[in-house]
């Protein structure tokens, strides 16, 4: 009986990895070179308009994030609030009841003063996000996939929800996503604990059909903006 059910696991991690690593990679690479093409009009259009609306550069400077295994990586990102702006929250006294509120709310905030005027638009629309495409390229990054979370986030929400802990270690065994379950299923509005609980139920149900079917809803959750923030 305890052969059968080893067995059976193993098929299953056998079956997962090899879809993680053929055919859901293939798919990243040739739909990311696709999107990249399509959206390019759009980024040099959002690169321009970046510059012209405030100073700094045109990638947000955001720290590492959290990838597979624990690997720490670069994402990148269209930039959306003032310079330095993650340091800012973290650092300025003058912030640190924001900040407070930022990490009593899962780390987000419906009112940030560090967006700037377009960053407002582009963040209710996702746009930002166009350029972790290279990320997908790079493979530290997925087309469907579990939050790619900052490394002090996931610190503090296993303390704030400590049951998460076991859910975060299976949400770490893939690589993250652009999109994802909670993405299309009320985004930002749900909690950390709501939240990595998807990401770990994604992560046990993956397959061609469910990533399909993210990918297809997707475009309606970018245009409404439904629970960005």
């Known amino acids: 009986m305890l052969e059968s059910v080893r067995g059976s696991r193993f098929m299953n991690i056998f079956r997962y990895d090899l879809y993680d690593n053929t055919l859901k990679r293939f798919i990243d690479i040739v739909g990311s070179l696709v ?8 980024c040099l259009i959002l690169a321009f308009a970046i510059k012209m609306d405030s100073e700094g550069p045109v990638f947000a400077d955001t720290p ?11 994402m990148y990102k269209f930039r959306s609030m003032v310079v330095n702006a993650h340091q800012m929250l973290r650092k300025d006294p003058k912030m640190r009841l ?9 780390y987000k905030l419906k009112e940030d003063p560090r967006v700037t005027s377009l960053g407002k638009m582009i963040r209710k629309h996702s746009l930002d996000e166009i350029p972790q495409l290279l ?14 979370y900052y490394p002090d986030e996931l610190v503090n929400q296993q303390k704030k929800y400590p049951k998460t802990r076991d859910l975060v270690k299976k949400v770490l065994s893939i690589r993250p996503g652009i999109t994802g379950y909670w993405q299309v299923s009320g985004r930002s509005e749900v909690n950390f604990d709501k939240r990595i609980a998807m990401d770990a139920d994604y992560v046990n ?9 993210i990918l297809l809803k997707t475009p309606f959750a970018m245009i409404t903006g439904k629970g960005a923030v």
């Open 135 to 148: 990320n997908v390229l790079c493979g530290d990054m997925s087309l469907v996939g579990p939050r790619a």
């Open 205 to 213: 149900h993956r397959s061609l059909w469910y990533d399909v079917k």
């Open 35 to 42: 999107l990249l093409v399509l959206f390019s009009p759009i």
């Open 98 to 106: 924001l900040y407070e509120q930022y990490k009593k709310n899962s």
């Open 64 to 74: 590492e994030r959290v990838g597979r295994h624990g690997k720490l990586f670069k």
